[in-house]
C-alpha cells in the first residue's frame, strides 16, 4: 500500500505550520485606536492590546490566571478564565547555554560568553511622547531599544547580535521578511533569540514604576501554531516566573496566539511586546534593561556557567536586597533541564500522536468499518514489510 506512506508524507506536511498563513495580522498602531479590549465572563477588562485576537487563544495575567479567548466582535473579545497557572509557582531551572548545533558551523569554545540574539520583525515601531509618531519607516525607536538590551545583555557577560535590518513595510508580510534575519541569525548559535516590539494600547496597562522609575511593562508572545508550542510556552513560564521574582510587576502577561513568529525554527524565541506607542522611549528602554537582568538566572553568560554580571540596572552596585544577579547567574547551570527536555518530548509525542489518529480516520472513512481497517494493515505489515526488509528465510 504505497498510498499510505504517500497519505502519511502528506499528512505531516499538513500539520507542519505554515510560516506566512500563521502569522499574525498586522495591527493598528495609530494613536487612539487599533487596540483590542478582552472581557471576562463579568465584564471586567482583563487584557488590551494591539495583537490580532483569535479565539482560542490564550492570556496568562499578571497573577497567573489563565484565561482563553471565545469570541471576537471587532474590538472586543470576551473570554472566560478557565484555571490558575500552578506551574508558575514552581522554581525555575537553569536552561542549557549551547545552543541548537547548525550543520557546518563550528562550535564555539567553552568558555565563551553566550551570544543572544536581537532583531525587530516591525521596525517602524516608536513611542509617541518621545518621536512624535507611532511609527516612523526605516527608523523606528523600538530599534534604539533593543540596542539598551543589547547594552545591559554585554555588561552581564553576554555576546549580542542586535540586527537592525528592516522588514518595512509593516504589512501581513513583514513576518516572512524577518524569517530571513532570523534565519541568518540562527547560524551564531545564539542560546535565544529575540523579537522586540511595541504594542498598541492604553498608557495605564504598560505602564509602572520599579525602583522609583518610570518603567514600561512587557508583554510575552507566545505563537500556538508550532510543533514547539509547548517547550516555548514553558520557557515563557521560566521568563515570568524569574521577572516576577526580581521585578514583581515588570511582566504583565503571556498572551499564547495564533501564530508562529518564527518560533518553529527555534524553541528558544520570544517576541515581547515593550510597552505600548504611550510610554516614552526612556521608560521602555527601562523595561527592556530589567527583563535583561531576568536572563542570568535561566541562561548562564558563558557556556562554563560562570558569570560575569554588572550592577542590576537602576540601582547602584550596594542597592538591592535578596539574591543579586551575579549570585544568580552563577548558579545556573549549562546543562539541560528535565523540563525542558520533557517539553521536547511532549511536542514529538503529541506530533506522532496527530499522525497516527489523522491514518486511522482516513482509513476507517475509506472503508466503513474498523474490521476492515485491521485487514488493510494486516495486509500493509505483511507485503509491504515483506517488500521493504525482503522476504524471510524458512
Given at each position: 500500500?504505497?498510498?499510505l ?91 542549557p ?29 516608536s513611542?509617541?511622547?518621545t518621536?512624535?509618531?507611532?511609527n ?17 545583555l ?26 530571513r ?53 514553558n ?8 521577572a ?43 523595561g ?7 536572563l ?24 538591592g536586597?535578596?539574591?543579586?544577579t ?69
Amino acid at each position: 500500500m504505497p498510498w499510505l506512506l504517500s497519505f502519511a508524507l502528506a499528512f505531516l506536511f499538513i500539520i507542519q505550520p505554515c510560516p506566512i498563513a500563521y502569522s499574525a495580522e498586522p495591527y493598528d498602531s495609530s494613536e487612539h485606536t487599533g487596540y483590542v479590549t478582552i472581557i471576562d465572563e463579568h465584564g471586567a477588562i482583563i487584557m488590551q492590546t494591539g495583537l490580532n485576537i483569535s479565539p482560542g487563544d490564550e492570556f496568562i495575567n499578571e497573577d497567573n490566571r489563565v484565561y482563553q479567548i471565545l469570541t471576537v466582535d471587532n474590538n472586543l473579545a470576551r473570554a472566560r478564565f478557565i484555571r490558575d497557572d500552578l506551574s508558575l509557582g514552581i522554581e525555575p531551572e537553569a536552561l542549557p547555554a549551547q545552543a541548537q548545533v547548525v550543520q557546518g558551523i563550528a562550535q564555539a569554545p567553552v568558555d565563551s560568553p553566550v551570544k543572544i540574539a536581537i532583531y525587530h520583525t516591525h521596525t517602524d515601531e516608536s513611542y509617541i511622547p518621545t518621536d512624535g509618531k507611532s511609527n516612523m519607516a526605516g527608523k523606528g525607536s523600538i530599534m534604539q531599544v533593543g540596542s539598551a538590551f543589547a547594552e545591559r545583555l554585554q555588561q552581564l557577560g553576554y555576546s549580542t547580535n542586535h540586527s537592525k535590518t528592516l522588514h518595512d513595510p509593516h504589512d501581513a508580510n513583514a513576518y516572512h521578511r524577518s524569517r530571513r534575519t532570523f534565519t541568518k541569525l540562527l547560524k551564531e548559535q545564539p542560546a535565544a533569540l529575540f523579537d522586540l516590539h511595541r504594542d498598541s494600547a492604553p498608557l495605564s496597562v504598560y505602564k509602572t514604576t520599579i525602583n522609583g522609575q518610570d518603567t514600561a511593562r512587557l508583554l510575552l508572545v507566545v505563537g500556538r501554531q508550532n510543533q514547539n508550542h509547548n517547550t516555548t510556552l514553558n520557557y515563557a513560564r521560566q521568563l515570568k516566573r524569574q521577572a516576577d521574582k526580581q521585578y514583581k510587576g515588570l511582566v504583565r502577561g503571556i498572551f499564547i496566539a495564533r501564530g508562529n513568529y518564527n518560533q518553529d525554527l527555534n524553541p528558544r524565541a520570544m517576541l515581547v511586546e515593550v510597552g505600548t506607542q504611550f510610554n516614552t522611549r526612556a521608560a521602555a528602554e527601562r523595561g527592556i534593561t530589567l527583563f535583561a537582568d531576568v536572563l542570568p538566572s535561566l541562561i548562564a553568560p558563558n557556556r562554563n556557567g560562570a558569570a560575569q554580571a554588572g550592577p542590576v540596572a537602576g540601582q547602584s552596585p550596594d542597592q538591592g536586597s535578596g539574591q543579586s544577579t551575579a549570585q544568580a547567574a552563577g548558579q545556573a547551570a549549562a546543562e539541560s533541564s528535565p523540563p525542558q527536555v520533557r517539553s521536547y518530548l511532549t511536542d514529538i509525542v503529541l506530533t506522532l500522536a496527530a499522525l497516527v489518529a489523522g491514518i486511522l480516520a482516513y482509513l476507517y472513512l475509506s472503508t466503513g468499518s474498523w474490521e476492515e481497517v485491521k485487514n488493510k494493515l494486516k495486509k500493509f505489515r505483511k507485503y509491504e514489510f515483506t517488500n521493504f526488509f525482503g522476504r524471510r528465510k524458512k
